[in-house]
Nanobody, 126 residues
Framework: QVQLVESGGGLVQAGGSLRLSCAAS????????MGWFRQAPGKDREFVVF????????YYADSVKGRFTISRDNAANTVHLQMNSLKPEDTAVYYC???????????????????WGQGTQVTVSS
């Protein structure tokens, strides 16, 4: 079993930045690829970014490419999502997810992930 806890969400003005963190516990962290998803009210959960178990490969949704940066610290069992140049359309609940196995190709579908955090709200005002 893996427990994931997100933090760092909040309210920010358009153009601002936030840094989300996801702390993992329960199993060896570097056995998991990680992803961030988001879900706005009335919409499906949407892929944001994927990072491989080693952190050497990452894949971004087109909507966030160039503005968001994912990183991971396997020694600290943590994944971070640096979000810059935020837009109102980035407003959503952001979830981190863990996919068992040392996948290097992106998993963009929520059903491919084995564990989920509870989510953290990000609100971007215009």
């Amino acid at each position: 079993q893996v427990q994931l806890v997100e933090s760092g969400g909040g309210l920010v003005q358009a153009g601002g930045s936030l840094r989300l963190s996801c702390a993992a516990s329960g199993r060896t962290f570097d056995n998991f690829a990680m992803g961030w998803f988001r879900q706005a009210p009335g919409k499906d959960r949407e892929f944001v970014v994927f990072i491989s178990w080693s952190g050497t490969r990452s894949y971004y949704a087109d909507s966030v490419k160039g503005r968001f940066t994912i990183s991971r610290d396997n020694a600290a069992n943590t994944v971070h999502l640096q979000m810059n140049s935020l837009k109102p359309e980035d407003t959503a609940v952001y979830y981190c997810a863990a996919k068992l196995g040392r996948a290097i190709f992106p998993a963009k579908v929520p059903s491919l992930y084995d564990y989920w955090g509870q989510g953290t709200q990000v609100t971007v005002s215009s």
